[in-house]
T-cell receptor, first 116, second 108 residues
Framework: DVKVTQSSRYLVKRTGEKVFLECVQDMDHENMFWYRQDPGLGLRLIYFSYDVKMKEKGDIPEGYSVSREKKERFSLILESASTNQTSMYLC???????????????FGDGTRLSIL | LAKTTQPISMDSYEGQEVNITCSHNNIATNDYITWYQQFPSQGPRFIIQGYKTKVTNEVASLFIPADRKSSTLSLPRVSLSDTAVYYCLVVWNNDMRFGAGTRLTVKP
């Protein structure tokens, strides 16, 4: 069974801090994703990565960066946290997508981040 | 810009069939639609996926009409444990879009 583990369930940080959210998957998946989830807005893609050291911007990358130094680990970085980044953050992974298949994503249980 | 639209909420009773529709821009014949279920304090979990007409698995069916402007998740004979938020995900070429989610409440 695929397991996607996010390092913290709850996190409280202060405005201006640099924040790291960590995600690890154990199924050798090529794709990894970071989303934020807000009421009424569903899941919005921040960044995704299809290989080590590769990254692509999603819909809302401003204020965030990512790092993928190893295949199993994908980190989300808030360079200077602001109160409007208070949200639930979800990490996901999947096998590589091809023209013939679109493999489902496997999600972690999320990190609820509060910026004070 | 790709866009998906779902009803915000739905109510049902145990034993009924529930149909949740996701509306989206025209999608190509090989663009996938995927549905996820999410319980409180958990990440979304895959339910079903398809790209044409009808797909069925042990928990749900997915219907895609010929015009491909919508898709319908069908849950047969729901139980109280099906109370959750349901998300559709549509992938157009390299653009990926989740709906805002439908909160399904199953009543006894």
């Amino acid at each position: 069974d695929v397991k996607v583990t996010q390092s913290s369930r709850y996190l409280v940080k202060r405005t201006g801090e640099k924040v790291f959210l960590e995600c690890v998957q154990d199924m050798d998946h090529e794709n990894m994703f970071w989303y934020r989830q807000d009421p009424g807005l569903g899941l919005r893609l921040i960044y995704f990565s299809y290989d080590v050291k590769m990254k692509e911007k999603g819909d809302i990358p401003e204020g965030y960066s990512v790092s993928r130094e190893k295949k199993e680990r994908f980190s989300l970085i808030l360079e200077s946290a602001s109160t409007n980044q208070t949200s639930m953050y979800l990490c996901a992974s999947s096998t590589l997508w091809t023209d013939d298949s679109n493999q489902p994503q496997h999600f972690g249980d999320g990190t609820r981040l509060s910026i004070l | 810009l790709a866009k998906t639209t779902q009803p915000i909420s739905m109510d049902s009773y145990e034993g009924q069939e529930v149909n949740i529709t996701c509306s989206h821009n025209n999608i190509a014949t090989n663009d996938y639609i995927t549905w996820y279920q999410q319980f409180p304090s958990q990440g979304p979990r895959f339910i079903i996926q398809g790209y044409k007409t009808k797909v069925t698995n042990e928990v749900a069916s997915l219907f895609i009409p010929a015009d491909r402007k919508s898709s319908t998740l069908s849950l047969p004979r729901v139980s109280l444990s099906d109370t959750a938020v349901y998300y559709c995900l549509v992938v157009w070429n390299n653009d990926m879009r989740f709906g805002a989610g439908t909160r399904l409440t199953v009543k006894p």
